[in-house]
C-alpha cells in the first residue's frame, strides 16, 4: 500500500523528522539519510498557480512555476531547508530566487551536477562536490557520521538493486501491476524513508513466468510519467508500458549494480557516473540515442511514447533527434506536450487513440 | 590570414547595397567608428568564406575562453553573433521556421533555432559560413549551448569540446577554480589535435595579454557613458560589442578599441552626446532585442531618454581584473566562470545597484526574453527589489532576442510610453 505523500509527510514533521524539500533532479540522498533528513521532493506539486505568477513568466516550465507555488505555500512541513540540485537554467536561477531575493524561513542549499561529456577531472570534482555539501550539512547538523553514511550508501545500493530487478521484470512481464501503481511505486522514492521504501518494493511480487503480455507495449521516455489519468486511459486501452527513461524515474538509477561501499564518496561519485545517459547532463546525443534504442530492444517495445514538459529545454533539444533515430528503427513515436496539469485533454486522448488504431493492424497482424 | 583583395571586393559590393536611411534629428552626429567597425566584420565574415583548407574553423560560443583556440590559430565563427545578425537584418523567423519544420520546438532559444535553421539550410545574410571542424561552448552562459552545440556536433559529427562552468551559487570554491584550470589544459592535446598546430606557451600569453587589454579597453569605453550627455547610446555600444565578442583575442579588436575610445573621449572633452537632448538616463537589462533597435533607439531618443548603462555588453568587461597572464589556467577560470549569467542574483544586484549609482540612471527597461533563461528568470525580483531600494521607476518588456514573432508593437509601445510618463512625473516631484 503506498502512502499518501502529503499525508506521510505530515506524519514525518509530527514525528520531529527533519524534512527538506528537494527540487529535481539529481542529488546524493545517501548524505541527506545519514544526517537523519528526509529529502521530500518537489516536481509537480498539484494546486493552482498563483503566487508564483509574480515571480516567473509564463513561458518558464511548469515544474519550476509549480515547486516555487510549493515554496511560497508551503504549511511548515519542510523544516531542514530547500535543496536545489542543478539540472537546467530555470531551476538553476530558481534557487538564487528563493534564496537571495524571496527569502524563506529554512536554509537554502545548492548541488552542482557536472555537465557534458565527463572524464578524470570531472570524477575528482564530483567527489570535491560532495565533500563540500557534506562539509557544509555538517555546519548545520553537526559532524558526519562516516558509519552512518556508509549505512546509507549501503541502503540506497539495496534500493537501487530492487529497483532495477522490477525495472527487469516490467520489462519481461513478470510483474502484475498496471502503468499506473508502476508508476505510483516508482514516485513512492520521492518522499518515503528509505526503509518503509524498501519495504514496500520488497512487498512487490515478481512473477517466475510471464504473465499475459499486454495489447501494445510501450517505451516512455520525458521528465515525468504522464499524470494518473492518462496512465489510467493507456491501462484501459490495453497499452503496457514496459520500459521507462524517466528523469524521475529510471535515469536516477545506475546501468550497472555497484559494489557495496567501503568509501561513501567513493561510491557516491561511481554512482553518479554509471546513471544513464540523460539530457540535463547534457552528455552525447549518439550515446542517448543508442541507450533508448537498447531499452526498447531489451523490453520489445513497438512504440515509443515522450511526454515533454512543457518549455522544457534540455528535453526539447534532444527530442528531435532522438523521434528521428528512433523512426529510423521502425518504431512509432508520439509526442505529448504536458503542462502538468490534472486531467485527460480531449486532444490527448484523440492522439493517443489515433497511434493505437494506427498500430492496432500491425500488432494484430 | 592575408586579406589580399578583400577590402577592394568588400567596397565594389559596397556600391550595390541602398544607401542607408537618414538618422532621426533625436540623435546626434554617428560615430565615425561605425564605418571602420562594419569593415571589420565584413571583412571577418568574407574572409570566413575561403578559409577552409588554410585553417582550421571553430565555432565557439561568446562566453567561452577562445583564447585557448587562439594559440592554435583557429579561425573562429561566433553563431550568436551570426544569429543576432539574423535578427537585426528581420528574417529571424524565416530561420527559425527551417528548424522547426525540421523538428525543433518553437520554444528553444532563438540564437539556436536560427542557428539550427542555417546548419539546415545553408542560409545566411553574410553569405556562407564555413562549416566547422571544432566546436567549442561554455555553459558560463547558460546550459542551452551545450545542448545546441551537441545537437551541432551530431548533425555534423565534428567534436565538440565542453568547457563545464560550474554556477556561482554563492562564491566560487578552491574545487571550481581547480576543475576549470584542469579542463583547460585537458583541452590541449585534442586542440592540438584538431589544429594540426603545437601549443607554445609564450603565444598562449601574448594572446591572453592582448586580449586582457581589450577587455579593459571596452570597459573604459562603457565607463565614458558616464559623461553627461553620454557619448553613445547602448544601442550604439550593441552593436560595437562585435569585436570584444568575436574578436577578443585579436590585434583587430584591440586596435579598433583604441580607435572608438580615442572617439568617444573627444565627444566627450566636446560635449557631443549620442542624443540631441539627454534628459534622463537609463539603464538596459538582457540581450537587445536585435529586429527592433533602431525602433527603440528613436522612441526613447525621441523623449529625450538615453540607455547610458546595460548589464549585457558590461558582461565582457566584468570580470576582466581577475585575468593573470602569470596564472594563466586558475585566472581563466575565474574569469570565465564569475561572469554575469553564471552568477546568482545576488550578485546581479550588486552589480545593476552600482551601475544605476555610477551611471547616474533614472530608469531601468528590463527585456524578458523568452529565449534566455538565465537572463530573465529572476527579473521581477530584481525589478521589485531595485525599485524599492533605489526608487527607480522600471518597465519589463515581453520580447524575444531575434525571433520577431514575438514582438507586440502596440502592447510594448503602451507599456513603453507608460514607463516614461511615470519616469517624467518622478522627475518632477
Excluded at chain 2, 538618422?23 to 560615430?31: M, T
Aim: with cysteine; proline share 6%; aromatic share 10%.
Amino acid at each position: 500500500m503506498i502512502p499518501n505523500r502529503s499525508e506521510y509527510l505530515k506524519q514525518q514533521a509530527l514525528q520531529g523528522q527533519k524534512i527538506m524539500g528537494v527540487l529535481p533532479a539529481l542529488y546524493p540522498k545517501e548524505l541527506l539519510w545519514a544526517f537523519d533528513i528526509l529529502p521530500a521532493e518537489i516536481w509537480d506539486p498539484p494546486g493552482d498557480i498563483v503566487k508564483a505568477n509574480r515571480h516567473l513568466q509564463t513561458t518558464i516550465c511548469p515544474i519550476v512555476k509549480q515547486s516555487l507555488e510549493f515554496i511560497l505555500t508551503e504549511p511548515g512541513i519542510v523544516n531542514a531547508g530547500y535543496l536545489f540540485p542543478h539540472t537546467c537554467d530555470s531551476l538553476q536561477n530558481l534557487g538564487s530566487q528563493v534564496k537571495d531575493m524571496i527569502g524563506v524561513p529554512v536554509p537554502v542549499y545548492t548541488f552542482y551536477n557536472p555537465k557534458g561529456n565527463f572524464n578524470k577531472a570531472t570524477r575528482a570534482y564530483y567527489g570535491d562536490i560532495l565533500n563540500e555539501f557534506l562539509q557544509v550539512l555538517a555546519d548545520v547538523h553537526g559532524p558526519p557520521d562516516i558509519e552512518k553514511l556508509r549505512a546509507a550508501c549501503e541502503l540506497g545500493l539495496k534500493i537501487d538493486g530492487r529497483r532495477i530487478e522490477l525495472q527487469q521484470a516490467r520489462m519481461t512481464d513478470r510483474l502484475s501491476l498496471n502503468s499506473q501503481q508502476y508508476f505510483q511505486l516508482i514516485r513512492a522514492a520521492e518522499f518515503m524513508q528509505p526503509v518503509d521504501y524498501l519495504y514496500l518494493l520488497n512487498q512487490v511480487e515478481i512473477q517466475d513466468e510471464p504473465l499475459k503480455s499486454h495489447a501494445i507495449r510501450f517505451l516512455i521516455s520525458g521528465i515525468l510519467p504522464p499524470n494518473d489519468m492518462t496512465l489510467s486511459f493507456l491501462d484501459d486501452l490495453g497499452i503496457g508500458i514496459v520500459a521507462e527513461d524517466l528523469l524521475a524515474g529510471s535515469r536516477r538509477i545506475p546501468i550497472a549494480t555497484l559494489d557495496p561501499p567501503a568509501d561513501p564518496i567513493e561510491y557516491l561519485t561511481d554512482r553518479f557516473f554509471l546513471l544513464p545517459p540523460c539530457s540535463t547532463k547534457a552528455g552525447s546525443l549518439d550515446h542517448r540515442q543508442q541507450y533508448l534504442k537498447k531499452l526498447a530492444s531489451d523490453s520489445k517495445a513497438q512504440a515509443v511514447l515522450f511526454n515533454i514538459v512543457k518549455f522544457c529545454e534540455p528535453e526539447l533539444f534532444d527530442h528531435r533527434s532522438l523521434v528521428k533515430s528512433l523512426k529510423n528503427e521502425g518504431l512509432p513515436v508520439l509526442s505529448l506536450e504536458t503542462e502538468l496539469l490534472p486531467g485527460l485533454s480531449g486532444q490527448t486522448q484523440t492522439r493517443i487513440e489515433a497511434i493505437v488504431e494506427m498500430m492496432g493492424d500491425e500488432v494484430l497482424a | 590570414m592575408r586579406d589580399v583583395g578583400a577590402p577592394a571586393l568588400m567596397s565594389f559590393r559596397d556600391l550595390t547595397r541602398r544607401k542607408s536611411r537618414p538618422v532621426p534629428e533625436a540623435f546626434g552626429p554617428p560615430l565615425r567608428s561605425n564605418k571602420r567597425l562594419k569593415e571589420i566584420l565584413g571583412r571577418h565574415y568574407f574572409l570566413s568564406r575561403y578559409v577552409p583548407g588554410a585553417k582550421k574553423v571553430a565555432w565557439v560560443t561568446s562566453g567561452a575562453p577562445v583564447e585557448l583556440l587562439r594559440a592554435f590559430d583557429f579561425y573562429t565563427i561566433y553563431p550568436e553573433n551570426h544569429s543576432a545578425l539574423v535578427g537585426a537584418k528581420k528574417n529571424g523567423a524565416e530561420y527559425c521556421s527551417i528548424a522547426e519544420s525540421d523538428g525543433f520546438s518553437q520554444d528553444l532559444c532563438s540564437y539556436a533555432r536560427i542557428d539550427l535553421g542555417h546548419m539546415l539550410s545553408g542560409k545566411s545574410p553574410a553569405g556562407k559560413l564555413p562549416r566547422p571542424d571544432l566546436l567549442f561552448c561554455s555553459n558560463n552562459i547558460c546550459q542551452t549551448v551545450i545542448y545546441w552545440y551537441k545537437t551541432i556536433a551530431h548533425e555534423l559529427n565534428i567534436p565538440l569540446i565542453h568547457f563545464d562552468a560550474p554556477f556561482v551559487s554563492t562564491k566560487q570554491s578552491e574545487a571550481d577554480v581547480r576543475y576549470m584550470a584542469q579542463q583547460l589544459l585537458d583541452m590541449i592535446p585534442i586542440l592540438e589535435q584538431v589544429s594540426g598546430n603545437v601549443f607554445y606557451l609564450n603565444d598562449f600569453e601574448t594572446i591572453l595579454s592582448r586580449s586582457q587589454e581589450t577587455s579593459q579597453t571596452w570597459g573604459t569605453i562603457l565607463q565614458t557613458m558616464r559623461a553627461k550627455p553620454a557619448p553613445m547610446t547602448i544601442f550604439d555600444a550593441f552593436g560595437h560589442l562585435a569585436p570584444i565578442v568575436s574578436l577578443r583575442g585579436l590585434p583587430v579588436a584591440h586596435d579598433y578599441y583604441n580607435i572608438l575610445l580615442e572617439e568617444l573621449e573627444e565627444r566627450v572633452a566636446l560635449g557631443i552626446g549620442a542624443i540631441t537632448e539627454e534628459r534622463y538616463r537609463l539603464i538596459w537589462d538582457n540581450i537587445a532585442v536585435w529586429y527592433k533597435v533602431r525602433f527603440l533607439a528613436t522612441f526613447f531618443a525621441e523623449r529625450k531618454m538615453n540607455f547610458v548603462t546595460a548589464t549585457y555588453t558590461n558582461a565582457w568587461a566584468e570580470t576582466t581584473c581577475h585575468l593573470d597572464v602569470k596564472d594563466p589556467w586558475s585566472s581563466m577560470a575565474k574569469t570565465y566562470g564569475q561572469i554575469i549569467l553564471n552568477n546568482n542574483l545576488k550578485h546581479r544586484m550588486g552589480l545593476m545597484r552600482d551601475m544605476i549609482k555610477n551611471f547616474e540612471v533614472d530608469g531601468m527597461v528590463m527585456h524578458s526574453t523568452r529565449s534566455c533563461k538565465p537572463y530573465s528568470v529572476g527579473q521581477f525580483d530584481l525589478r521589485r527589489a531595485l525599485g524599492a531600494e533605489l526608487n527607480l521607476p522600471a518597465v519589463i518588456i515581453d520580447a524575444d532576442i531575434a525571433d520577431e514573432r514575438v514582438w507586440s508593437e502596440q502592447q510594448i509601445q503602451t507599456r513603453l510610453e507608460a514607463f516614461c510618463e511615470t519616469l517624467e512625473d518622478a522627475a518632477h516631484v
